[in-house]
Nanobody
């Protein structure tokens, strides 16, 4: 089982990026997928999640209204569209799943499968 993120990079403040999380080796459509980020010197935090059951989504307050999570079962890929980026969004972004079909909100400690991360740098 594997998750592979892509799409990170350097962007000016106010710009946009779309991150992808490609799944393989497990039944992607059964499980909720979440996005996390870890800034230098800070703990990894959950920023968004999408369930597999009904597509219900969750966003952290820090990204609500700017980021949009989605998933495409046919492409076995989840996405994070990031708009109106700010310098404080600079971090390594990870996707992961705790192998539940809903967004449990249990946080990074319960993630069973992680991607390798993709860096996002937002310049001011």
């Amino acid at each position: 089982a594997q998750l592979v993120e892509s799409g990170g990079g350097l962007v000016h403040g106010g710009g946009s990026l779309r991150l992808s999380c490609a799944a393989s080796g497990f039944t992607f459509e059964y499980y909720a997928i979440a996005w996390f980020r870890q800034a230098p010197g800070k703990q990894r935090e959950t920023i968004s999640c999408i369930s597999s059951v009904d597509g219900q989504t969750f966003y952290a307050d820090s990204v609500k209204g700017r980021f949009t999570i989605s998933r495409d079962t046919a492409k076995i890929t989840a996405y994070l569209q990031m708009d109106s980026l700010k310098p404080e969004d600079t971090a390594i972004y990870y996707c992961g799943t705790d192998l539940l079909d809903y967004c449990s909100g249990r946080g990074p400690s319960y993630v069973a499968l992680w991607g390798q991360g993709t860096p996002v740098t937002v310049s001011s």
